[in-house]
C-alpha cells in the first residue's frame, strides 16, 4: 500500500512559492490593521519553520497562525448520533475535517472573518457550508 512521504514533503515548505494576488491582498489587509489568521494543515512541530517562511514572504503583520496538532486529540462528535463518537487529529485527518476543526474551536465567534484565501477546494466547500466567503488561490 502506497503511503504518502509526509515528512520530506513538510520538510521541503521552506521551497514553497506565493501565490501573488493572495500575498497582494494580505500585505492590503496588514496595512489597513487587520489581523491575518493562517490556518495550515502543516504538524505543529514545523511551527518555528513555518514562522520563518512567513516572515520571509513578508508576513511581519499581526497575524495567528493555527496548526495541525502534533498530538492526537479524541473528542466528543457532538454531532454523532449518540454523541459518543470520537474524531482523532493526526497527520492522516484530511484538511477539510482539521480546518473545520480549527474554525469551530478557535475562530467562529472569536472574530469577525472577512473572508477566507484557500487553495484546496473541499476546505473551500467546508468554509462555504458554514458562511464564509471564500477567495480560492490557485
Known amino acids: 500500500i502506497w503511503k504518502p512521504d509526509c515528512e520530506s514533503y513538510f520538510a521541503a515548505m521552506g521551497i514553497d512559492g506565493v501565490n ?23 504538524p ?19 497575524y495567528e497562525l ?6 492526537v486529540y479524541p473528542e466528543i462528535d457532538l454531532n454523532a448520533p449518540d454523541g459518543a463518537c470520537y474524531h482523532r487529529m493526526d497527520n492522516s485527518t ?23 484565501l484557500e487553495s484546496d477546494e473541499d476546505c473551500a466547500t ?3 457550508e458554514n458562511g464564509v466567503t471564500v477567495l480560492v488561490c490557485r
Open 126 to 128: 467546508m468554509y462555504r
Open 20 to 42: 501573488e494576488w493572495c500575498n497582494e491582498l494580505i500585505e492590503r489587509f496588514s496595512i489597513l490593521g487587520m489581523k491575518i489568521i493562517f490556518v495550515t494543515g502543516r
Open 66 to 71: 493555527f496548526m495541525r496538532p502534533d498530538c
Open 94 to 116: 484530511p484538511s477539510n475535517i482539521l480546518k473545520k476543526w480549527i474554525y469551530e474551536r478557535e475562530i467562529k465567534g472569536k472574530y469577525e472573518v472577512l473572508f477566507v
Open 44 to 62: 505543529e512541530k514545523y511551527r518555528d519553520q513555518t514562522i520563518k517562511w512567513l516572515n520571509k514572504k513578508s508576513y511581519g503583520c499581526d
